[in-house]
């Protein structure tokens, strides 16, 4: 099944309808979190071996830590432990689940102790305190209104009262002894602290997700969703092979594929509302939580329509392309920055009146007119299958920045979302191998068309593909 947005957002293979909010990305799910006491007392049974002790660690009855783990069993229809004279020992699914409760709490504590913006919410003394006070309801609250910006609008998206919602937003800030609300034009709204804590929550939350996929795998259902985040110039047969061959192996995979600009989705992946983003390359330096893997180069070439006058010329010069005007995506791109420095020498710069990223609307000026515009050697490719529009033959004397995969640095993918960064890889490697006599060349003297080194697999990569080793089914 494919779904198409009005904002350019692609569905392949089953995967439920999102929402888009009015900023333009779309909204998370609201989490399903289970009682966070039930996940410590899980926690303490794992690592303590017995219902007692983990029942005088927790301070409860050791009725009240069967029944904690009886109801994580029955959401989750597995056994999460081996019950034996001798103690309780953890299942296949309950070391999977414990791996991601662990990674769970491990990620709340790091935004309560260690958050990136404002100052700590917790030190080592309180931070044990702050968590056993903390529920799944507040942490529902916190992130209803974190993506709603406002409790008003969070009430209302969640189907319940804005009291309701104001309490448990209030009773949070008790625990946490920090103001998380100020009033704003639609009620309150949160400060930046509270939204960055927002964030790590919701990233809390994905893991628990995860673990559900993982069980589900185990099972031999695999429900695993995996959701891409890439920008209107990526291959886009590279991403729709990579899909059709993860839903051929996985056949159960909810996959959702989202387009658009770099920062949102920068945005969005550091939030966890998508798992990896595929594009050029192009981190900020602020970005410290994202890791990038670089998969393959795709030059620049530059279009026009079939028949332009300069595609009857051998010898294309930049003052040849400087009489034309430009078709170009806003400042800060680096389409347009590579354009930017092309020209940097020349008074007057050619024409630039259409600002645009969208490819169609773009293809329908370049197709009409005798405009030109600078785009990727893949997409020059695809645009020539259309029949629209060529390349022209010039060589653009800058470079451009390798296309690849961003992921947050501490993300731990499950087999499926592994399989599929594999095949990414691999069919980059088979259908993106662009052989440098491939790119329009230029006879201008004093030009040299760039060489495109060979690329290095990181260490992490490489761990990530020995991982993989035996768990991608045999054909």
């Not at 996940?39 to 830590?65: C, D, K, N, T, Y």
Request: hydrophobic share 40%; with cysteine; proline share 7%.
């Amino acid at each position: 099944m494919i779904e198409s947005h009005g904002d350019a957002r692609y569905s392949f293979g089953k995967f439920k309808k999102k929402h888009f909010g009015p900023s333009g990305s779309w909204e998370a799910q609201v989490c399903e979190l289970p009682n966070l006491r039930h996940l410590r007392v899980f926690q303490a049974v794992a690592r303590l071996g017995s219902i007692s002790g983990a029942s005088r660690e927790a301070r409860v009855s050791q009725p009240a830590v069967t029944q904690g783990i009886a109801k994580l069993e029955a959401m989750l229809d597995v056994v999460l432990f081996e019950r034996r004279q001798s103690g309780c020992y953890l299942t296949e699914y309950g070391r999977a689940y414990l791996a991601r409760t662990d990674r769970m709490f491990a990620e709340m504590e790091g935004g309560l102790v260690a958050p990136r913006v404002g100052p700590p919410f917790a030190d080592d003394k309180s931070l044990k305190s702050i968590l056993a006070k903390t529920t799944a309801t507040h942490v529902r609250a916190l992130m209803a209104v974190a993506e709603h910006r406002s409790i008003e609008t969070a009430a209302l998206k969640l189907g319940i009262s804005a009291s309701s919602l104001t309490r448990a937003a209030r009773d949070l800030e008790g625990v946490l002894r920090r103001t998380l609300f100020h009033p704003g034009l639609q009620g309150l709204t949160p400060t930046k602290p509270a939204t960055e804590l927002a964030r790590r929550f919701g990233l809390a939350c994905r893991e628990l997700t995860y673990a559900t996929e993982e069980i589900a795998t185990l099972k031999g259902m695999s429900t695993s969703r995996v959701v891409i985040g890439t920008l209107p110039l990526f291959p886009v047969d590279l991403i729709a092979r990579s899909v059709d061959d993860v839903l051929r192996i996985y056949p159960g995979t909810r996959v959702l594929v989202v387009e658009g600009a770099y920062l949102s989705l920068l945005d969005d992946l550091r939030a966890g509302k998508i798992d990896f983003l595929v594009s050029v390359l192009r981190r900020p330096n602020w970005a410290e939580d994202v890791d990038e893997e670089p998969l393959f180069r795709d030059p620049y070439a530059i279009v026009a329509r079939r028949g332009h006058p300069l595609s009857r010329c051998r010898n294309i010069t930049l003052q040849d392309l400087a009489r034309f005007e430009w078709v170009l995506p806003e400042l800060g791109t680096p389409r347009r920055m590579a354009f930017e420095h092309m020209f940097a020498g020349f008074s007057p710069k050619p024409k630039t009146s259409i600002e645009t990223r969208s490819i169609e609307f773009q293809r329908g000026m370049l197709s009409t007119s005798d405009r030109v515009s600078i785009v990727t050697r893949q997409e020059t490719m695809l645009e020539e299958r259309i029949g629209a529009l060529a390349a022209l033959p010039f060589a653009p004397p800058v470079s451009r920045n390798a296309d690849g995969i961003a992921t947050r640095a501490n993300w731990r993918p499950t087999i499926v979302q592994l399989a599929f960064l594999d095949l990414l890889r691999r069919n980059s490697r088979d259908i993106l191998s662009i052989p440098q006599s491939a790119v329009p060349s230029s006879d201008q003297r004093g030009q040299v068309t760039p060489r495109w080194p060979a690329l290095p697999v990181t260490g992490p990569a490489k761990r990530r593909e020995r991982a993989l080793v035996g768990a991608m089914p045999r054909s």
